[in-house]
């Protein structure tokens, strides 16, 4: 079956920088459309970042000029890059993948901004 493992979740002080790694197996990857979302204590899930399969992207408001979503097909793997990290981004972050009416979800990494 498909699965999503996520990595590159920790600790970082405020305006340093993470990437996430979310590495799909069991399927054709690059037929994915991919995204991000997190959800921090409290808050309801929320959309981050979306790439598809084509490559176009798209960020949250919150996410803009500070979050790069890319994917790696030769790997399998999709990333978010995270820059300029404030305290508020702190959350647990989940990839997704989507095709059609298929979809899966990663376990969560969690990512806290804290000095």
């Known amino acids: 079956q498909v699965q999503l493992v996520e990595s590159g979740g920790g600790l970082v002080q405020p305006g340093g920088s993470l990437r996430l790694s979310c590495a799909q197996s069991?399927?054709?990857?690059?037929?994915?459309?991919m995204e991000w979302h997190r959800q921090a204590p409290g808050k309801q899930r929320e959309l981050v970042a979306h790439i598809t399969f084509l490559n176009s992207t798209n960020y949250a408001d919150s996410a803009k000029g500070r979050f790069t979503i890319s994917r790696d097909n030769a790997k399998n793997t999709g990333y978010l890059q995270m820059n300029s990290l404030e305290p508020e981004d702190t959350a647990v972050y989940y990839c997704?993948?989507?095709?059609?009416?298929?979809?899966?979800w990663g376990q969560g990494t969690q990512v806290t901004v804290s000095s």
């Open positions: 997704r993948t989507s095709w059609g009416n298929l979809n899966y």
């Open positions: 069991g399927s054709i990857f690059r037929l994915y459309d």
